[in-house]
Nanobody, 114 residues
């Protein structure tokens, strides 16, 4: 069974940085695309960044130029470097990985204070 474990969240002041990590374990098949969603209170979950197995990335407009997604295929880990954080980035962040089907992390809280 594929498991995803997230780390790196927490509380940061506006303008600060955080780096989220998501490690995949238990896979029996090829690891495909990976990415990050977030869900703010009272809002729908939104896809904010993804990276394909070949390294192609895509971002939602609201994080372009501030967030960077990357992956280490040797470690089966995806990262999200978040810079210039804003209070509106406050949300629970979820990573996902596509291994035949999509698997999800448990979610990790990111809080940006003004």
């Amino acid at each position: 069974q594929v498991q995803l474990v997230e780390s790196g969240g927490g509380l940061v002041q506006a303008g600060g940085s955080l780096r989220l990590s998501c490690a995949v374990s238990g896979r029996m098949f090829r690891l495909g695309a990976m990415g990050w969603y977030r869900q703010a209170p009272g809002k729908q979950r939104e896809l904010i960044a993804l990276i394909t197995s070949g390294g192609t990335t895509n971002y939602v407009d609201s994080v372009k130029g501030r967030f960077t997604i990357s992956r280490d295929n040797a470690k089966d880990t995806v990262y999200l470097q978040m810079n210039s954080l804003k209070p509106e980035d406050t949300a629970v962040y979820y990573c996902y990985a596509d291994v035949i089907t999509r698997s999800w992390g448990q979610g990790i809280q990111v809080t940006v204070s003004s």
